[in-house]
């Protein structure tokens, strides 16, 4: 059984950040499966002004995620997830699957007991996001899959830029400190960078200013730009970055999606064969891992850049 036409679909992706660039593949396939449908994304706040720039939706639905014994938070969402012919659940998590139940059972994919297209694959968590997201849509029927335009992206920063820059990315989800490579050593590639004639430029969130500040007391002439740009415009910057370095953290994942020439730095608190970021059509970034990144030296990074460059 497949899914066949519908008028109206449902996508479910949450987040959190690299995951949702991870998913644009999935979002542009199963947009280009129902052409003809209206198609709708269920995601939470801070992606929501992303997607609904994006060319696969027709319509953005953000997610309050109430608590479970909040009924008349359940209750409204509950009819959100109501009227549907189809639902893709690319967040396949406990939460989401449980909204199975919640919409009224209808055609579903992803994991939720007893739904209609099942990704059953036993070793589905052992599969790289991109890969998993592919196999779940072709147990639902999809069979095309084509690149994700992303024309909408990838216009001129509004920010002034050099013409010749790098990204540094020294941020991290704050409660997972073991995926962050150390500031002073960001400040000292850095300076590296600025005596081959690149810019560095580090974005990030709000939350990387002590960080940006560790670098720019090592490179002043490093500009900083965490927590100034909204993801549309740090796409923007990032498409036209001639490399970025950083730690696997979602501005990683959209320098690469846009094309950016990108080294990822990986300690063993994630794996890049499941989540490392990825180009258009899929190309891998230089990784580089390590058990922890507190070890990792400068002079790594700086040839792995050299090789990033020439690859």
Same mark, same amino acid.
């Given at each position: ?20 660039? @991870? ?7 199963? /947009?280009?499966? !129902?052409? !003809?449908?209206?198609?709708? @994304? ?10 609904? +720039? ?43 699957? /449980? ?23 036993? +070793? ?36 002034? @830029?050099?013409? !010749? ?9 704050? !409660? ?39 670098? +720019? ?95």
């Amino acid at each position: 059984m497949t899914s066949g036409p519908a008028g109206r679909v449902l996508v479910i992706k949450l987040g959190a950040f690299g995951d949702f660039v @991870l998913a644009f593949p999935a979002f542009a396939a199963i /947009r280009a499966h !129902h052409r !003809h449908a209206a198609v709708t @994304l269920l995601t939470t706040a801070p992606f929501a002004e992303l997607a609904s +720039r994006a060319p696969w939706f027709d319509a953005v639905l953000v997610d309050a995620r109430p608590s479970w014994w909040d009924l008349p938070g359940l209750r409204r969402l509950a009819a959100r997830l109501r009227g549907f012919d189809i639902v893709y659940d690319l967040q396949t998590s406990a939460r989401s699957s /449980r909204y199975f139940r919640l919409a009224g059972r209808p055609a579903w994919s992803g994991i939720a007991r007893g739904c209609r297209f099942p990704h059953a694959n036993t +070793r589905r968590d052992r599969m790289h996001t991109r890969e998993r997201q592919r196999e779940q849509l072709e147990s639902a029927g999809i069979a095309c899959f084509p690149a994700p335009e992303l024309g909408w992206l990838t216009g001129p920063p509004a920010t002034p @830029l050099p013409a !010749h820059y790098a990204l540094l990315v020294p941020g991290a989800a704050p !409660h997972r400190p073991a995926k962050r490579w150390p500031a002073a050593r960001f400040g000292a590639l850095a300076q590296r960078l600025a005596g081959d004639g690149l810019t560095p430029v580090i974005v990030g969130g709000a939350a990387e200013a002590a960080s940006a500040r560790t670098i +720019r007391e090592a490179c002043p002439g490093a500009i900083d730009l965490t927590g100034r740009t909204s993801l549309v415009e740090l796409a923007a910057i990032a498409g036209r970055a001639v490399l970025a370095v950083g730690n696997d953290t979602g501005p990683m994942h959209l320098a690469a999606a846009v094309g950016c020439r990108c080294v990822v730095l990986f300690s063993a608190e994630s794996d890049p064969a499941l989540t490392a970021p990825r180009g258009p059509a899929g190309a891998w970034p230089t990784v580089l891992r390590v058990p922890d990144l507190a070890d990792l030296p400068t002079g790594p990074v700086t040839e792995a850049l050299a090789g990033a460059m020439v690859g």
